[in-house]
């Protein structure tokens, strides 16, 4: 099947567009399933329809997200065949009708704005609403512009709910992805101690060069009595934990009295129980969190977006870069993605 213009992946497009169009690489599943289900076709994207732009993809930022979303394990299920991923950077090439800019030939930014499937920037050219596109912050490149979006907006959890300051204590969960560097990233310039949290010890050195001031190895010590000593017996201040599951009794223990926990994903693929007595005799706030919690407040959005924007700036932020795969190794990537053995962002280039 081809798709064209707005209806690109949600409608099929008519024989005589099919004739016009050129053919454009575009990664699909037709299954849920593993890494394999990934499949490259050769597609006519077309062009973009009311509110929307077409871009020439460089760069594409992989998230976790998108795996659990290819298995079928995602918040809703694909309705096949789908799109795939949702955070890019890439040249603007058309805009859509009532589109006023950015003008053709800017470098931009996609942001992941959309609902998984709607839309899929796996390609060498997407289209992509107008609303999710920003242009590319100067001095990065496209692999770098491809990478910040969804792990700083994520992690300004901990600046903007919990309020971390000048040495308070945050612990941090898979602390080697993405968004837990980003969070170390945030803590350390709102003047805080960042305490990353690994399952074993092999990515200490890493850790620390990234800017964790302290790293338990989860699977190798009493993750309480190290946070305690770290912390002069008070605990920590704040956990920002992507991991769920039971785990979250031991972050639980680990926190100050009115500490936070923040449980923004479950990669555990466990339930997650109610913490009840450490949360009742600390008075601890246990929230959710996920980035849309700013992204879909227009005021709250332009904030954000220019404290990240200053932050790159002054090189308080840096996006970590793990590794790169060409769009042919699209498999290969996300295979890497669920390995756990990366630190920072993994990239995918067209």
């Known amino acids: 099947m081809l798709w064209v213009g ?42 973009p329809g009311p509110g929307e732009i077409r871009i020439r993809v460089e760069a594409i930022g992989l998230n976790r997200s998108e795996a659990v979303y290819r298995a079928g394990a995602y918040l809703m299920a694909p309705k096949l065949p789908s799109l795939m991923g949702y955070e890019a950077a890439g040249v603007v090439e058309a805009l859509g009708s009532g589109v006023a800019g950015p003008a053709v030939g800017t470098r931009v930014s996609v942001l992941p704005t959309y609902r998984m499937g709607e839309y899929g920037v796996y390609a060498e050219r997407a289209i992509v609403p107008a609303r999710s596109v920003l242009a590319a912050p100067p001095g990065l490149t496209p692999v770098q512009s491809a990478s910040i979006w969804m792990q700083y907006f994520t992690a300004y959890a901990i600046i903007e709910v919990a309020k971390i300051g000048i040495g308070e204590h945050v612990l941090i969960p898979a602390a080697s992805s993405s968004v ?30 990234q800017g964790a001031q302290h790293v338990i190895a989860t699977a190798e010590s009493d993750v309480v009595s190290e946070v305690m000593r ?19 009794e031991t ?3 680990s926190l ?3 500490g936070i926990l923040f449980v923004y994903g479950s990669l555990s693929g466990q339930p997650t129980p109610y ?11 246990i929230r959710g969190w996920v980035a849309s919690s700013i992204w879909n407040k227009p005021e709250r959005f332009a904030r ?10 002054a090189g308080h932020l840096k996006p970590v870069i793990s590794r790169t795969f060409p769009l042919s190794q699209i ?3 996300h295979r890497y993605l669920e390995s756990n053995q990366q630190i920072g962002k993994i990239v995918v280039t067209v």
């Open 230 to 248: 770290i912390t002069g017996g008070k605990g920590a201040r704040a956990a920002f934990d992507p991991v769920g599951g039971p785990f979250v």
């Open 331 to 333: 498999v290969e990537a």
């Open 304 to 313: 954000v977006k220019e404290v990240i924007l200053a932050g790159l700036a």
């Open 6 to 47: 707005a209806n690109y992946g949600r409608g099929r497009m008519s024989p005589e567009a099919k004739l016009e169009q050129p053919m454009t690489q575009v990664v699909r599943i037709h299954e849920t399933g593993g890494p394999e289900v990934l499949r490259i076709e050769d597609l006519s994207v077309g062009d």
């Open 251 to 253: 972050l639980a223990n």
């Open 180 to 209: 837990g560097l980003a969070a170390m990233q945030l803590a350390n310039w709102a003047g805080a101690v960042p305490i990353a949290l690994t399952r074993h010890g092999t990515k200490t050195a890493a850790l620390r060069e």
């Open 256 to 258: 100050a009295e009115e």
């Open 275 to 285: 913490p009840h007595w450490p949360a009742a005799l600390k008075g601890l706030s």
